[in-house]
């Protein structure tokens, strides 16, 4: 995908990515490490994986992580998240990140969630 092609979120998955590369280019064993571990802990288990991907949208808001606000944005939609439930996660968020949960959810996770759900023209 051409980066003038992109909007605004798929143009920050695309820099997260990148990032992501060089990293693992000078820590090629730490890299792989996080990788495996962290597909372990979103496989499919007695939880799904949509709903570990709203339990980690929730917490990246908390945590104020723009980069996994949006990555897990994208995780709830690849996983069949509806938005009310990409929005009902953001709320629980915001009853324990107060304003600043709130703000993020009510601005990138939305934004975020319409980048990802509206064809480019």
Known sequence: MQEQNM????????DYKEGMGDFSKHMPEVAHQFSEFSDACFK?????KKHKQLMALGI???????????YHTKGCIDQG???????EACGVAA?????AAL???ATLVQ????DLTTPLN
Not at 81 to 87: D, G
């Open 95 to 99: 009853a324990f990140g107060g304003g």
């Open 103 to 105: 703000s993020q959810a």
């Open 111 to 114: 934004h975020a969630y319409r």
């Open 60 to 70: 990246s808001i908390v945590a104020q992580d723009e980069y996994c606000m949006i």
């Open 81 to 87: 998240a509806t938005e009310k439930e990409v929005l």
């Open 7 to 14: 909007n605004w979120t798929e143009t920050y998955l695309h």
């Open 44 to 48: 499919e288990g007695e939880l799904s």
